[in-house]
């Protein structure tokens, strides 16, 4: 079994920052891809950032040179800087993390989300 735990959501004012992490433990064997989604009401979940296990990253065009995704191995944790943020940027965020567990069984799990709102 594996937990994801998601912090650092809030209410911040337009122009503001800020960092969410999402800290993965459990059955833990090795972890690939971790990303972050966000949600509106009323529309699909959506890519935000991912950021592969050897690094590499992509980024949805709307937050490009806003927000960077990063990780930390040795703590099993994902981040997203938000800087610039935007009230458009308003959502729920999700992180979701790709595992292998000791079971060498490999599927994707999800935070329970943190709601970011950007006051204008």
């Known amino acids: 079994q594996v937990e994801l735990v998601e912090s650092g959501g809030g209410l911040v004012q337009a122009g503001g920052s800020l960092r969410l992490s999402c800290a993965a433990s459990g059955s833990i064997f090795k972890i690939n891809g971790m990303a972050w989604y966000r949600q509106v009401p009323g529309k699909q979940r959506g890519l935000v950032a991912v950021i592969t296990s050897g690094g590499s990253t992509n980024y949805a065009d709307s937050v490009k040179g806003r927000f960077t995704i990063s990780r930390d191995n040795a703590k099993n944790t994902v981040y997203l800087q938000m800087n610039g943020l935007k009230p458009e940027d308003t959502a729920v965020y999700y992180c979701?993390?790709?595992?292998?567990?000791?079971?060498?069984?490999?599927?994707?799990?999800w935070g329970r989300g943190t709601q970011v709102t950007v006051s204008s």
């Open positions: 979701n993390v790709n595992v292998i567990t000791l079971s060498y069984l490999g599927d994707d799990y």
